[in-house]
């Protein structure tokens, strides 16, 4: 004992006391609570469900009005047999994906200019602020009377609503880096698109996929507008198509599948987003 | 040769931060700028990294005016301003400037040994202690081999004990470098531990009011005599109003930048 002690008093004064110490990495149980966070994240729904079933098969609500899991469960599975399901959701992915592509490139590119340079901020920002108050369904006659009701316009939609969450989040972003990181930079000779790429872009990055997440959940919102405005195929036409039929299971399960497919690509960018932002020193439940 | 000419600073909301300052300072010494908050030393010391332009007077470096932030002259701010998504190495690396050459490599590895660090070259700079993480600053302060490294309240933000540690690392590292410092501290004692001079800013707009040519030899004990009697010198050459103050809370917690 009176030697560990000594030792101890040793180590303090022979160096600098943290340099003993071990890196204080905690990623050894990292997968193990991955895990288990996204276990917990099912229980919720599921009781809702086995609530809903319970409720619907007491007869406590209208089964015509208010379809029971097990009837979405089959008209989906009876969509998925016939292959009708894969052609909605294809459709509908196919138009958020090139929606949200086209969206995010221009957000990205003036999110960039009017945050690093005061000048373009003036020049464009109150113009884009303006458009951004506009209502999406304002659009839609707009869009079909230049763009036609194929795919142009339901593409442009989508683009429209998400480009703005990027934008903004990005801007900001931009804007708020602290000042002290971009003096570093500066004092050691890194200017205009150096200092850019060194520091301003990666620590506006958290912003930036905030407003990747948002804008994508916009992307969503903005596919249903958009498929209501007249289409054939996808996840909002089967929505209108349930309603059309009177098939409330049919307009539920697009519902749900809306819910779902928002979720799993809000999961690919908050995965990115765990992965990339690894560095922050941030304080996690 | 460092070489400040009636270098004057007012901000843009009319504030004038510095007056009429003139300053040599030769290569390969140590010299300390003290000074109360407020006095321009911080303000002085970014006008030469070329952070600010001064409103009026000239800066050089050798003969060379200073207009923009160079290679040669480097800059340890107060806090260490570590780009938090990179690892050790790689902030260290960016002391090289933004397009370091392949055989400079070897120079990171070196500027991290100097600090001590080269276990923690691949850490990221939320598992360093802020002692730990001010050395990654000087590494990446010394990495491209400065002539001139400007060092603002470096340890200030410290406590004590690393305080007394870096300033004895930083003091190893120069007697075998050389390299000119520029130290703006608060901390009396710091410069005199430091500086072959320490200089006096006082007033509002700053001035420089002293200048000391520090004759003791290294190393430097706080407790000589002769030690206590320059602090004493240096802290009358401040602001009467603010000795008064001192003298009020305590002189040893005013000198120790407290």
Not at chain 1, 12 to 31: D, I, Q, T, V, Y
Not at chain 1, 86 to 91: F, G, Q, R, V
Request: aromatic residues 8%.
């Amino acid at each position: 004992m009176g030697t560990s002690a000594n030792k101890r008093t040793i180590g303090f004064s022979a160096g600098f006391p943290e340099e003993n110490e071990a890196l204080p990495f905690a990623e050894h149980s990292k997968r193990s609570v991955f895990r288990v966070h996204n276990t917990l994240g099912w229980i919720t729904p599921a009781i809702l469900i086995a609530g809903w079933e319970l409720t619907a098969r007491a007869r406590l609500v209208d089964s015509s009005l208010f379809s029971s899991p097990a009837q979405i469960a089959a008209e989906l599975w009876k969509i998925t047999l016939n292959g009708e399901l894969l052609s909605h959701l294809e459709a509908t992915s196919l138009r958020v994906l090139a929606g949200f592509a086209i969206g995010v490139s221009a957000a990205t590119v003036l999110g960039a200019l009017t945050g690093y340079s005061g000048t373009a901020r003036r020049l464009l920002d109150p113009l884009l602020q303006s458009l951004r108050s506009i209502p999406s369904m304002a659009w839609v006659p707009l869009f079909l009377l230049w763009l036609g009701i194929g795919e142009s316009s339901k593409i442009s939609l989508i683009a429209l609503g998400a480009f703005f969450p990027v934008y903004l989040n990005l801007m900001n972003g931009v804007r708020n880096v602290d000042r002290k990181l971009v003096e570093a930079g500066l004092a050691n000779g890194f200017r205009g698109f150096a200092l850019a790429k060194a520091v301003i872009l990666p620590a506006s990055l958290p912003a930036y996929l905030t407003g990747l997440r948002q804008g994508l959940s916009v992307g969503w919102m903005f596919v249903v507008a958009a498929e209501i405005m007249g289409a054939s195929r996808g996840l909002g036409y089967l929505l209108i198509d349930g309603q059309a039929t009177g098939r409330p299971a049919i307009m539920m399960s697009s519902v749900i599948l809306f819910a779902i497919c928002g979720k799993l690509s809000d999961g690919v960018i908050a995965t990115l987003s765990e992965r990339w932002l690894y560095w922050q020193d941030v304080y996690r439940t | 040769m460092l070489r400040l000419e009636n270098i004057t600073k007012r901000f843009s909301n009319g504030t004038l931060a510095l007056e009429t300052i003139n300053l040599e300072v030769a290569p390969q010494t140590i010299v300390s700028i003290v000074g109360a908050s407020g006095s321009g030393k911080s303000t002085l010391l970014r006008m030469i990294s070329g952070l600010e332009v001064p409103s009026t007077g000239q800066l050089s470096w050798n003969g060379q005016p200073i207009q923009r932030s160079q290679r040669k002259i480097s800059f340890i701010f107060q806090e260490p301003r570590l780009m938090p998504w990179l690892k050790v190495s790689h902030n260290v690396r960016l002391g090289l400037g933004p397009s370091p050459d392949r055989e400079d490599e070897k120079l990171v590895t070196e500027a991290i040994a100097k600090v001590g660090l080269e276990r923690f070259a691949h850490a990221l700079p939320r598992e360093l202690s802020g002692g730990m993480a001010q050395r990654v600053a000087i590494a990446r302060a010394l990495v491209a081999r400065p002539s001139l490294v400007l060092l603002d309240e470096p340890f200030s933000a410290l406590d004590a004990f690393n305080r007394l540690k870096l300033q004895n690392h930083l003091l190893k590292i120069w007697a075998i470098d050389r390299t000119t410092l520029l130290v703006v501290t608060h901390d009396v004692e710091e410069a005199l531990v430091f500086s072959d001079r320490v200089i006096v800013l006082t007033g509002q707009p700053g001035r420089i009011s002293e200048d000391f040519f520090i004759s003791l030899p290294r190393p430097r004990r706080r407790t000589d005599p002769e030690f206590q009697a320059w602090k004493q010198a240096i802290l009358d050459a401040f602001d009467p109003s603010l000795l008064n103050e001192s003298e009020t809370l305590g002189e040893k917690s005013y000198a120790s930048g407290h």
